[in-house]
């Protein structure tokens, strides 16, 4: 392949668009994707710069830290080829002083690196007869990669959290311990990499998302997320901009192994600048589903303000919403995604005041914790020491996993309840503990079906308890049957949803729905009358949920 071509034409096919992707935590980047984000990036720096065209700096440095097929610093070499052309007319003088002067990164896996290698000199090797580059003296030119291990403290990497079990491997295998993340100090490690010292001005890519931290081949597997140690870092660096392609779910709290330490800096953080929301993954990574949609965000490290927030709900460019506040406007530690119900939560919040920030006023006070009732050993999903039958050692109505056990329900014994064993006896409300995904993408029931759990009975980790006895209130039955009736509303279904992104339904997602009277029963037309509700704004709800049918399956 000639300079030329590599630095001023277009493929068609463009070979990043036909790699498969590794997996669905280490995602290649379209390159659709990486242009809107450069894109962005030049809007920025020009409005910051006086109207500067970034790409026309010879002295500006880029970093990708988890470079995967280097598709980021590919767009990049082909934009600085264009905007230096002028100051350095000499094609082959310019190529290689843009490899050498202004791009770097580190692959996150030895495949990645050679990929980027490939992609950005058109050799595995920075210094090979066929590298575009022609001052390099080693192999790997600016594109970092070598073998890194996890510092295993009590069957964890100290770093990242990864399982020793999982990940302690042989030479022929990938740690997949992310050199970038497994410091402590970034700013050294890009002069110990690069040497001198070293500063990017931008931060640019694609993380991978997460790490399994338990045996996968076991239904005990789980996932631990580390999108957000490469933003860390990547802020530790203190560049002029960073771009991220992360996942969505740290909106609204719902990622494994993200601190709530971090979402409140991050939230906070006035120097985010944009982003741009997409609740369906698919719209950006084609064929990959990642739940609770993707993001990209631009961060300024010098011009901290509101942030243009930018939620595409599909494919269509005229179902774009735009706002431009503060990530955290309404101080509740989320980013309410669906901006078009602020107009709704500005009226509950008329009758419920501090209803959001007030846990006494919002109805996750009413629901448990999950694992109410179990422990690792008894009452879980996959437990099967309950008796089919009632008798008089196995007295309490016990509600399990109707898919996995093929009956609704079973008996225990009161001894057979690790936790909780005193809510037995009273009128509960159980639902379950995960199911559908969000509203915001369509027709959706957001919720499983509630149903009331009568006096003498208890739930595997499969549901959640709604009701119990938190404030020695012991509810009737009629007022469990007034809370379903709420449950069911199209009202309630969309205030859960402004939170729940997965399939995961845990206490939290319930922030957005005030406490009614449960002295009687409640519909969406009194909802509705008592919030006031604009005409449009309920054509609005009623659009985005769908109707809860009780009747058993």
């Not at 993380?207 to 802020?235: C, D, K, M, W």
């Not at 016990?398 to 006896?425: C, R, T, W």
Request: charged share 25%; aromatic share 12%.
């Amino acid at each position: 392949m000639s300079q030329a071509s590599f630095t001023t034409k277009s493929h068609n096919p463009d070979v990043l668009t036909c790699i498969a992707n590794l997996s669905n935590d280490e995602v290649f980047t379209p390159p659709e994707l990486a242009n809107q984000i450069l894109d962005a990036l030049t809007e920025a720096w020009a409005n910051s710069n006086s109207g500067e065209n970034i790409w026309s700096n010879k002295e500006l440095t880029f970093f990708d830290p988890c470079a995967k097929s280097g598709v980021f610093l590919r767009e990049i070499v082909k934009r600085l080829s264009v905007g230096l052309a002028k100051e350095i007319p000499d094609l082959t003088e310019r190529t290689d002083h843009i490899l050498t002067n202004q791009i770097f990164g580190i692959g996150i896996t030895e495949l990645t690196s050679l990929l980027t290698r490939r992609t950005i000199y058109c050799s595995k090797n920075a210094n090979g007869i066929h590298s575009v580059a022609r001052t390099f003296s080693n192999p790997d030119g600016n594109i970092w990669y070598d073998r890194v291990e996890h510092l295993w403290e009590s069957g964890r990497c100290k770093f990242c959290g990864a399982n020793e079990n999982e990940y302690a491997r042989s030479q022929e295998l990938e740690t997949h311990a992310y050199k970038f993340i497994h410091t402590t100090n970034p700013q050294e490690l890009a002069k110990e990499l690069y040497g001198g010292n070293m500063h990017f001005d931008v931060v640019i890519g694609n993380p991978p998302y997460q790490l399994s931290v338990g045996n996968t081949g076991s239904t005990s597997a789980t996932a631990r997320a580390i999108y957000h140690e490469f933003v860390t870092q990547s802020i530790a660096l203190n560049p002029r901009f960073i771009s991220m392609v992360i996942p969505s779910r740290w909106m609204t709290r719902s990622t494994k192994g993200v601190p709530d330490t971090w979402i409140d800096e991050f939230i906070n953080d006035k120097r985010v600048r944009v982003l741009h929301d997409y609740l369906d993954s698919t719209l950006v990574f084609p064929g990959v589903d990642i739940k609770g949609g993707v993001c990209y965000f631009l961060w300024d490290r010098d011009n901290e303000g509101k942030c243009e927030y930018v939620l595409h709900k599909n494919s269509d460019d005229a179902d774009i919403v735009k706002s431009n506040d503060y990530l955290n406007s309404k101080g509740i530690g989320i980013v309410v995604r669906d901006v078009e119900a602020i107009s709704i939560i500005a009226k509950i919040e008329n009758l419920e005041g501090d209803w959001l920030t007030n846990p006494s006023k919002n109805f996750s006070n009413l629901v448990s914790p999950k694992d109410f009732f179990t422990n690792k050993e008894f009452l879980t999903s996959s437990w099967d020491g309950f008796s089919k039958k009632k008798d008089s050692e196995h007295p309490i109505k016990y509600y399990l996993n109707k898919s996995m056990h093929q009956i609704p329900f079973g008996y225990v014994s009161l001894s057979d309840i690790p936790k909780n064993a005193d809510v037995e006896k009273f009128h509960k409300v159980f639902i379950p503990a995960s199911g559908w995904g969000s509203a915001m993408d369509g027709d959706d029931p957001v919720l499983g079906k509630p149903f009331v759990g009568e006096p003498h009975s208890v739930c595997s980790q499969t549901y959640l308890v709604i009701g119990y006895d938190q404030s020695q209130k012991t509810l009737t039955s009629q007022e469990c049957e007034n809370i379903v009736s709420y449950i069911t509303t199209k009202f309630f279904r969309y205030l859960v949803s402004l939170k729940k992104h997965t399939q995961h339904a845990s206490r939290g997602v319930y922030q957005f729905v005030p406490i009614q009277d449960f002295s009687q029963s409640w519909s969406d037309e009194k909802l509705y009358k008592k919030y006031k509700l604009s005409k449009e704004e309920i054509a609005f709800v009623e659009a985005k949920i769908r109707s809860m049918d009780l009747s058993d399956d």
